[in-house]
């Protein structure tokens, strides 16, 4: 049988976001309410060249589209150029930190996943309103995040795949950046599942 994700989200966050079950690499670490307001990455998750590298590298581009977008206005073989570059950038710090995600503890699990929140599952019981950094690694870009949340519910785990908890966590102090990312590679597995599904 088929691995389910956990789904116990919030109703409004049913109505409002598009959600998603995927497979990711998965960290987390309680944190206090004040941390979490102001998006302070722990330590822990500083230290993960795969976070540092990939993350630093999509600022960069977020900086550039709209340089690039000008000039393409003006000549689109150079704009083509140095998107290729981008790409051959990319795609060695793809490599760099996939060899550095494989050295690193992460956890890989199914999550549920929406702009709005996350659910997963945990060995660790945590209280409602507690408050989490959480690190997801996203497949196949191996692009890192490191979001702020809040636990909403953490109740047994219906199904038996090794966990004891499910866990669902709203985003709270989001950025706008790392919701584009979020909603970005929502779509992208949305269309993903729809080329699998047309051709089944």
């Known amino acids: 049988m088929k691995d389910k994700a956990p789904t116990e989200y919030l109703d409004d966050d049913r109505r409002d976001y598009f959600r998603i079950e995927d497979d ?76 550095a995600n494989h050295s690193q503890p992460h956890d890989s699990q199914k999550i549920s996943l929406s702009e709005g929140g996350i659910a997963f599952y945990s060995n660790e019981q945590h209280a409602a309103g507690d408050y989490l950094a959480i690190q997801l690694t996203l497949q196949p870009s191996n692009l890192t995040l490191v979001l702020f949340g809040q636990v909403v519910q953490c109740s047994p785990a219906e199904i038996k795949l090794g966990y004891d908890y499910s866990v669902s966590v709203s985003f709270i102090h989001l950025k706008d950046s790392d919701r584009q990312l979020i909603a970005k590679h929502i779509m992208q597995i949305q269309l993903k599942q729809r080329r699998r599904h047309s051709h089944d």
């Open 24 to 99: 990711v690499m998965l960290r987390y670490l309680p944190i206090d309410a004040s941390s979490a307001k102001e998006n302070l990455v722990p330590e822990e998750f500083q230290e993960d060249l795969g976070f540092s590298l990939l993350r630093e590298l999509q600022h960069i581009d977020q900086e550039n589209n709209q340089h690039l977008r000008q000039i393409a206005e003006l000549n689109r073989e150079l704009e083509t150029y140095l998107r290729n570059i981008n790409r051959k950038i990319e795609l060695v710090a793809n490599a760099l930190a996939k060899q």
